[in-house]
Structures are given as structure tokens and as C-alpha cells.
């Protein structure tokens, strides 16, 4: 017996059509949403924590971390309170986990490290009763900042990494204050790593547009073919890429060797081109290249030809035909390529790490230096958390000033 195709029945009909559909289609991607979060979803939410969560020392020295809970800037501690450091100093000496309780230490008092080590041998297994019997063993035990810096890294969560990541401080009392001057380098790597990327992907859409319009009005297979030449560098190893920069720019290098053979400079006066930002910007340049003329050749090829046209036949000049009406048409390949490019310049590593020496190092590099030789992984994460804020600020920007349509690649 057949059902009746009724109202109610055929809209379950449809909302079971419905739920099917939105399970099969969860199904089909599942596996790839797994993959985004294990490998950067979840990389992100731990450099998040991580920059604000440190329980490292907290955990190696828990009577420390509540013996100064309460901690008052600019006191000095109680006998309880030194005891109960004392006694952590001897338990993380005996379980070998003292080295990573005062490495933490080190980042926030200068000596931190040798103080805590040398403090815990010498206190044997008996713990100090008085704060008198610690500064016998070291002067600096007397000092407020010695405690203080202790009471801040005692904290499980803090805030300390990005006052350092913004070169600024907390002083004895804990009042925010700009870091020391010669320490303060992170505010100047943030602007060059903006300086630099903004002028790369400014270089990028100079070389890229006019290589776009040509790709966009040849012939498709002639276009097809020298498309090749574009995407030719995305089959060649990016430290190949990089390191060939190196034989080019070096003082000894290619190029420098052509213009003194020809007269242009002397011997004695060849170009700086390498180990400094310039190398940085013309191999970042080079390499961050197709990555501008690809967005921009897919909006140029979908820009009818008769617009120009009818442009022409009103009057325009060429000049006019190309700023009021081309041009326009392929602002949304200038910002999906301007953004992508800028983007990935402001992360970009392994390039300024090789060729760019002193002055061209950017704020990745100072990253993977506290990620691989300081270990100060707080740092590093903070350093990164700004970095990733930055790029989701500017990308808000974009959206709210240009609308998120434009970047659409086609």
C-alpha cells in the first residue's frame, strides 16, 4: 500500500533527505578536519597557552610557588617562606630537576641560574631557617628583587612574556616599565619584519602585474607555456632557490664579478648585496613572486576584452581606459595576491636566516632562536601569539575597508 504524499510527510521526507546529506557530507571531509586540527589547530592553541601559561618552575617548586602567593613588591621573606624555598631547593637538587627550575629563573633575574644551583649544593639536605642563613651562602639572597623576580615566576599564569615581547618590564614593585635599552629589540625586529614585508609585496605586484596582463592576453597556449615559468620555481627546493641567491649576491659572487669585468665599479669597491636587508628583500622578492602573478593572472583572464573596447570607442585614452576601467576590475587580484604574499613574508624564516646576516634578520628568526638555543618557549610563544594577531588584525582591516568579496582569486 502506497504512503500518502502528504504536507507533513513530505517535509520529514526532506528534513531526513536533509540530515543525510549533512552526514555524508561530514563524512566526506572528516578526515581532512582531523587533519587541520592535529596539525594546526592544535600547534596554535598550545603557542597560545603557552605564552601565558609557565608552570615549569611551579611544579619543580610547589612550596615555592605558595609560601609567595602573596607576595608583597619590595618586602623581604618571612622565615616561612624561606624555609619552604629551601626545602624545594633540596628536593629539586636530589630529583635532578633543579637545572630546569633555575633556567626559568635565569630569564627573569640575570644569574638566576647559578644562584639556584649553586644555593642547593650548598644547602646539602639541610634546609635554612632564617633568611640570614641564605644570604651567608649568597649576598644576593638579601636583595628584593631577588624575591620579587622569584614571586613572578612562581606564577603559573602570567603576563610577563608579552611585556617582554613588547620591550617592557616589571620593576621591583611590579609597575610596568620599558625594558633596559640595550634589550630592547623587539619593537625594532616588529617594524622591520612590517618594513620588509611591505616593500616586498609592493615589489612583488610592480613585477607581477605587468608579467599577469601579458600571461592574461596572449594566446591560451602560449600562456599555458610560459604559465610553466612561473610555476617553474615551485619545483625547485626553497633553500636551492635561497642559496643560489648567495652565489649570485656575495662579494666574489656573479654579479659583482659582471660589473667590475665591464667598468661599472671597481675591484675595490664591490656591492654589499649580501648579509644584509637587501639580500633579504631581492631573494624574498624572487621567491614570494608567483605567488602575486597567479591571483592576479586568474581576475585579469576573466576581464572581458570589449570593456576596453567600449572604453576606446567613448573617447578614453589608453591611459584613462587602463585607470578607470581595468584597473579597478583587478583590485581583487591585487589584494588576494597583496595579502597572500604580505602574509607569508611577515613568517617567512629559512630566506632571511641564510642571506640576511644582522640587518636582515626578522622576527621569525628571533623566534626559532628562543624556540631551539635560549628555550625560552614563553617568550617565543608571546613573540608568536603578537605575530599571528597582527596578521588577523590586518586581515580584519582588509575585509572591513574592502570587503572580503575581493579576495576571490576569480
Not at 561530514?26 to 592553541?45: D, E, K, N
Not at 616589571?170 to 640595550?182: F, G, K, N, S, T
Request: aromatic share 10%; hydrophobic share 55%.
Amino acid at each position: 500500500m502506497a504512503r500518502e504524499l502528504t504536507p507533513p510527510a513530505i517535509a520529514a521526507d526532506y528534513a531526513r533527505a536533509r540530515r543525510r546529506g549533512r552526514l555524508e557530507s561530514l563524512a566526506l571531509v572528516a578526515p581532512l578536519l582531523v587533519f587541520i586540527i592535529v596539525t594546526f589547530a592544535a600547534p596554535i592553541a598550545a603557542m597560545l597557552t603557552r605564552s601565558f601559561y609557565t608552570p615549569e618552575f611551579a611544579d619543580i617548586m610547589p612550596r615555592t610557588e605558595e609560601a609567595l602567593s602573596a607576595w608583597q613588591p619590595g618586602a623581604l621573606p618571612s622565615d616561612a617562606v624561606v624555609e619552604a624555598v629551601s626545602a624545594d631547593l633540596i628536593a629539586a637538587n636530589e630529583a635532578k630537576t633543579i637545572g630546569r627550575a633555575a633556567s626559568r629563573f635565569n630569564f627573569e633575574f640575570p644569574g638566576g641560574r647559578t644562584l639556584l644551583t649553586q644555593t642547593a649544593r650548598a644547602l646539602g639536605g639541610e634546609p635554612a631557617r632564617t633568611l640570614a642563613d641564605l644570604v651567608a651562602l649568597d649576598p644576593r639572597w638579601g636583595a628584593p628583587a631577588t624575591w620579587a623576580a622569584m614571586a613572578l615566576v612562581a606564577k603559573r599564569v602570567t603576563g610577563i612574556h608579552y611585556l617582554a615581547a613588547l620591550d617592557l618590564r616589571l620593576d621591583d614593585a611590579y609597575a610596568i616599565v620599558p625594558e633596559r635599552e640595550q634589550n630592547q629589540i623587539y619593537i625594532t625586529l616588529f617594524l622591520r619584519t612590517l618594513w620588509v614585508a611591505g616593500l616586498v609585496t609592493f615589489l612583488c605586484l610592480a613585477l607581477g602585474y605587468p608579467v599577469a596582463f601579458v600571461l592574461a592576453h596572449l594566446p591560451i597556449k602560449m600562456s599555458n607555456l610560459l604559465m610553466i615559468l612561473v610555476l617553474l620555481p615551485f619545483w625547485t627546493s626553497l633553500l636551492v632557490r635561497t642559496t643560489s641567491w648567495i652565489v649570485l649576491l656575495q662579494s666574489q659572487g656573479v654579479i659583482n664579478d659582471l660589473l667590475v669585468g665591464t667598468g661599472f665599479i671597481a675591484n675595490d669597491q664591490r656591492l654589499a648585496m649580501i648579509y644584509n636587508a637587501t639580500g633579504t628583500i631581492t631573494a624574498m622578492t624572487h621567491i614570494l613572486l608567483p605567488f602575486m602573478v597567479l591571483p592576479l593572472y586568474s581576475v585579469m583572464r576573466t576581464i572581458p576584452s570589449s570593456y576596453a573596447r567600449a572604453a576606446r570607442s567613448m573617447g578614453a585614452s589608453p591611459m584613462t581606459t587602463f585607470l578607470r576601467v581595468y584597473a579597478p576590475l583587478t583590485l581583487p587580484g591585487v589584494g588576494a595576491g597583496g595579502l597572500l604574499v604580505f602574509i607569508l613574508a611577515l613568517g617567512y624564516y629559512i630566506t632571511p636566516a641564510l642571506v640576511g646576516g644582522q640587518s636582515g634578520q626578522l622576527i621569525s628568526n628571533i623566534i626559532a632562536f628562543h624556540m631551539q638555543s635560549s628555550l625560552n618557549w614563553g617568550l617565543a610563544a608571546a613573540l608568536g601569539a603578537i605575530l599571528l594577531g597582527g596578521v588577523l588584525g590586518l586581515y580584519l582591516v582588509y575585509a572591513r575597508v574592502f570587503g572580503v568579496e575581493r579576495m576571490r582569486f576569480a
